[in-house]
């Protein structure tokens, strides 16, 4: 399982930015912007945790609708927002109930967002895109190549719209020795990886 999407209390990783911190300390300021910037679809999952409240403290699964259901909130158009985003919503559905609400929403499970890799990998299939992954991180999470792969004639085959597709070209040995890293892209939803 990825680690969480959160709204508060991110994972962090180490920054580049000056903050004043001593090396090793973690930056929460930094890795939240980047974690709130996921857009929550169909089939995520969210744990919603309303403070000293249990019964309104749940997991929920984002339906096909990209809405979800809680006590006293009813119906919630989720699909297209951040994490944040859908706290503000819950916070203000709830502030005729209760006094200052305090929520946490956490994108727990990513599942809206994938990407598939056919061909010779170890382990073809789809994948979720549940952080940001370039291609060369996403052939190494297949298990890397076969022996008989084609490395320099990898493409990557990106829909634009729904009639469209662009194809992005992959050379494997190049970017592992460095060159033409401008080629590693990062993923997008509903990316395929075709190695020959």
């Known amino acids: 399982m990825e680690s969480p999407v959160t709204s508060e209390g991110a994972q962090t990783s180490p920054t580049t930015q000056s903050s004043g911190k001593t090396p090793g300390q973690q930056n929460p300021a930094n ?9 929550i679809g169909p089939s995520d999952i969210l744990a919603v945790s309303v403070w000293k409240d249990t019964e309104l403290t749940r997991t929920v699964t984002v339906r096909p609708d990209g809405k979800i259901s809680l006590p006293l909130v009813g119906e919630l158009e989720v699909s297209g927002l951040t994490a944040p985003g859908v706290q503000r919503l819950i916070v203000q ?42 291609v060369l ?4 999470i297949a298990g890397g190549l076969l022996d008989f792969a084609k490395a320099s004639n990898i493409t990557i085959i990106r829909r634009v719209n729904a009639s469209t ?32």
């Not at 991180?137 to 190494?140: G, L, S």
């Open 137 to 140: 991180e996403a052939i190494a």
């Open 165 to 196: 597709s662009a194809r992005l070209h992959f050379d494997y040995k190049k970017a592992i020795k460095g060159k033409n890293l401008e080629q590693n892209v990062e993923l997008k939803n509903g990316d395929t990886i075709v190695v020959p």
């Open 31 to 39: 890795t939240r912007g980047v974690v709130d910037e996921y857009i």
């Open 93 to 134: 559905r709830l502030a005729p109930y209760i006094s200052n609400p305090q929520v946490a929403v956490i994108v727990q499970e990513v599942k809206s967002q994938t990407y598939v890799i056919v061909g010779k990998v170890a382990k073809p299939g789809s994948f979720d895109l549940g952080k940001p992954t370039t």
